[in-house]
């Protein structure tokens, strides 16, 4: 029954976290660390196939803006890799504290976002800036460094739904790196992972089209709302 019950949190989880760009990834960890006090390396290795699968079909929908979404890359990769060295110097209560003040910072300017129908493309030092904090917190602790990259590109100006379209982009390839740092170190509990790869495969499955439908019906400023509040509660959360 648990192994089935880890399926059914995998799918709905794993279509939140695609359907909100990553940002929706503070629920899983939560899952994980909460209810099944799973270390975090778990819920980034465990997403990333749905992750993969997710990108794959809003690239089809033609959703990814992939001169953004590799401005950030080129930053948040390297960044994954320096936050994996230096994470044994840094003091857990210091890596906390800094990350909340961030995510919550972030969730509080897209809250109070008018959004804009044109990305600012000129905008490469933030766009860098975001990816360097993203990468630090998938390279340090194992966490999704979604959240940052959707408030970032929210932020930049894309609309909802491209944002989480390239977000989900973004994150594979900080998945791909923190999976491989992570993978060494022993704290992945299979047992528990395997029945939610598959939940959350499944999920991805269907988040595009979830996302498709919300965007014939112009919810985008609810779903802002919804990215913002996520934030700020994955900031509160880090603290405890």
């Given at each position: 029954m648990s192994f089935i019950w880890l399926i059914f949190?995998?799918?709905?989880v794993g279509t939140f976290v695609i359907a909100l760009?990553?940002?929706?990834?503070?629920?899983?960890?939560?899952?994980?660390s909460s209810a099944f006090h799973l270390a975090p390396a778990t819920s980034l290795v465990t997403a990333l196939p749905s992750v993969i699968i997710g990108t794959v079909g809003y690239i089809r929908q033609g959703k990814v803006n992939f001169h953004i979404g590799n401005q950030m890359l080129l930053t948040a990769i390297p960044a994954v890799l320096v936050g994996a060295f230096i994470a044994p110097f840094i003091p857990t209560p210091v890596y906390r504290w800094v990350i909340a003040i961030i995510l919550m910072v972030l969730g509080i300017q897209i809250f109070f976002k008018r959004q804009s129908s044109q990305a600012n493309q000129a905008n490469h030092f933030a766009a860098a800036m975001y990816g360097i904090v993203s990468g630090?917190?998938?390279?340090?602790a194992g966490l999704s460094g979604g959240g940052p990259v959707l408030a970032g590109l929210l932020l930049l100006g894309l609309d909802t739904f491209h944002a989480t379209a390239t977000s989900t982009y973004v994150l594979v390839g900080m998945s791909l790196v923190g999976a491989a740092l992570h993978l060494s170190s022993g704290q992945i509990d299979w047992a528990a992972g395997l029945p939610l790869i598959v939940g959350t495969i499944i999920g991805a499955l269907l988040a595009p089209l979830v996302v498709k439908f919300l965007s014939r019906k112009g919810h985008g400023r609810y779903l802002n709302r919804i990215v913002a509040l996520l934030l700020i509660f994955m900031g509160i959360k880090s603290l405890f």
């Open positions: 949190i995998g799918i709905i760009g990553g940002g929706g990834a503070a629920i899983y960890l939560g899952i994980l630090l917190m998938v390279g340090i």
